[in-house]
């Protein structure tokens, strides 16, 4: 298995406009996470999947943000609108249980200028 | 609400060197993991320990869950440049339904040669 694969790698776009962060979990694992990073605050759980159905999304910061997942190969982290306190690393993340080892993928720098 | 506190923040020591950093709480975890993140990718797992008082090796890194289960110690010996990044603890509160990992902010070490 290639492991969590999340696109793009690097995302810049202006304030206002749309932004869609796309993850592919590990075959098999039943949790899908979606966390923001920052220096700051450190790694922030936005909001967490089970078997497709979102069961947290107590973390994600205001109605801009969305996030789904259609299959259980594929979940999107939406951010509309944009704005600059949006810039961070995000990642996702999946795993067998929620609490058991999380696998990470690189993570997708994005910028909001 | 459930806090992970990592210390200290920054560390930079020589190749060579000892090191010990922290990750301590107030609160119980029935288990608790470490991460170490480098430069540009997600956190992998290191180390996962769930008995009080346990300590495994792995290599150089030493790791130590606290008698009750509150706080965890990594030690590393003979520091080396490829140690060099961001380490992160993250606690298993089993408590309610919703189950979830608390994540500390982090010790970012940098090994200088």
């Known amino acids: 298995d290639a492991g969590v694969i999340q696109s793009p790698r690097h995302e810049v776009t202006e304030m206002g406009q749309e932004v869609t962060l796309r993850c592919k979990p590990i075959?098999?694992?039943?949790?899908l996470f979606w966390y923001r990073q920052t220096m700051m605050r450190g790694l922030e759980l936005l909001i967490y999947?089970?078997?497709?159905?979102?069961?947290?999304d107590s973390g994600m910061p205001e109605d801009r943000f969305s996030a789904k997942m259609p299959n259980a190969s594929f979940s999107t982290l939406k951010i509309q609108p944009s704005e600059p306190r949006d810039s961070a690393v995000y990642f996702c993340?999946?795993?067998?249980?929620?609490?058991?080892?999380?696998?990470f993928g690189q993570g997708t720098r994005l910028t909001v200028v | 609400t459930q806090l992970l506190e990592q210390s200290p923040q920054f560390l930079s020591i020589q190749e060579g060197e000892n090191l010990t950093v922290y990750c301590n709480s107030s609160?119980?975890?029935?288990?608790l993991q470490w991460y170490r993140q480098e430069p540009g990718e997600g956190p992998v797992l290191l180390v996962t320990?769930?008995?009080g008082g346990e300590v495994k090796k792995l290599k150089r890194l030493t790791f130590q869950f606290g008698d009750a289960r509150k706080d965890s110690s990594l030690h590393i010996t003979a520091a080396q440049p490829g140690d060099t990044g961001l380490y992160l603890c993250?606690?298993?509160?089993?408590?309610?339904?919703?189950?979830?990992?608390?994540w500390g902010l982090g010790t970012s070490l940098a090994v200088n040669p």
């Open positions: 075959s098999g694992h039943d949790y």
């Open positions: 993250a606690g298993d509160p089993n408590a309610g339904n919703n189950r979830k990992l608390i």
């Open positions: 320990v769930v008995t």
């Open positions: 609160s119980v975890f029935s288990s």
């Open positions: 999947f089970n078997n497709n159905v979102p069961i947290d």
């Open positions: 993340a999946s795993s067998f249980l929620p609490v058991t080892e999380a696998f």
